[in-house]
């Protein structure tokens, strides 16, 4: 069943306590309580440290068998030269992700701005060497000169030719405005431009959003006719929100959720809110 997933970048954020999570809410609750508002979190703990097998088989028990986690590989395999070196390193952390079983869904490898389009080849290697049965790989582009028209071509027929995910990635908010001195010392996103477009079954987005939702809405706009289409067309699509300031990007998510419930795209209730609305009995343990 093709199916439209929305999530954050983390799901253990304290702040988050008293809108997403109830007040009271505990840090060892965080992940089960999420996954009962979002049906996806893209896995940004892997890319500091890989879990052990004893946290992810927790992380299974805490989630409803719909969830899924992408998880983005490590960057000691990702930033530390060529990929082709890291392809062991890879494949042993595939292995070690397997224990999520369903949960498990496209693994991300986000490339640091220093990887050019003349290390093609490279990524080519690695990609061949990649276990696609097994996991689907997803690849995030920073270097400018990928989307240059010759090179992001290259880029698009590489990556549809294996059924590799291309991470789009629209950091356009965050640069909309400059009239945010925080704002502009929190911009740790590259300013890139979006292109529309998938290379495989799946479409993961990566939205960097404003802390203020009248500025996202344009662009979150641009949006619809395009997610529309994919699931139109049998694909999933993975859609995560994240924000310099945190706390605003479970709202800005569920307006995502809105605004395409509004113009009739064809995807799941948020299980956000489908919650009644009584208090939670939280574990003791």
């Not at 960057?75 to 292995?95: M, N, V, Y």
């Not at 991300?108 to 060497?129: G, H, K, R, T, V």
């Not at 890139?192 to 990566?206: A, G, M, N």
């Not at 809105?258 to 009644?276: A, G, T």
Request: hydrophobic residues 35%; glycine residues 4%; contains cysteine.
């Amino acid at each position: 069943m093709v199916q439209f997933y929305l999530g954050c970048a983390v799901w253990s954020y304290k702040n988050w306590v008293g809108e997403l999570y109830p007040v009271g809410s505990r840090v060892t609750d965080f992940l089960s309580l999420y996954s009962r508002r979002f049906n996806t979190v893209e896995g940004n703990t892997t890319f500091y440290a890989v879990p052990n097998a004893e946290t992810v088989t927790r992380w299974v028990q805490q989630t409803p068998p719909n969830f899924k986690f992408c998880l983005k590989l490590p960057k000691d395999l990702t930033h530390q030269g060529l990929l082709k070196l890291a392809i062991p390193g890879a494949l042993s952390f595939i292995e070690q992700m397997q224990l999520l079983g369903t949960h498990l869904g496209p693994i991300f490898a986000q490339l640091p701005p220093s990887y050019s389009p003349n290390l093609l080849e490279d990524l080519q290697e690695f990609i061949q060497a990649w276990p696609h049965q097994i996991v689907p790989l997803a690849v995030e582009v920073r270097h400018p000169e990928w989307f240059e028209e010759n090179n992001f071509n290259e880029l698009k027929q590489l990556l549809e030719s294996y059924n590799v995910g291309r991470v789009i990635l629209d950091s356009r908010p965050i640069y909309s405005s400059d009239d945010d001195p925080q704002l502009n010392s929190e911009r740790p996103k590259p300013n890139v431009p979006v292109e529309f477009s998938i290379t495989s079954s799946f479409s993961l987005v990566r939205f960097i959003s404003h802390p203020q939702l009248s500025i996202n809405q344009p662009f979150l706009e641009d949006w619809i006719t395009p997610i529309h289409h994919w699931l139109n067309q049998g694909k999933d699509v993975y859609f995560f929100v994240h924000c310099p300031q945190e706390e605003r990007s479970p709202s800005t998510a569920k307006y995502v959720q809105q605004l395409l419930e509004q113009h009739s795209v064809p995807i799941s209730p948020l299980p956000w809110n489908q919650l009644e609305q009584t208090p939670i009995q939280l574990s003791l343990w």
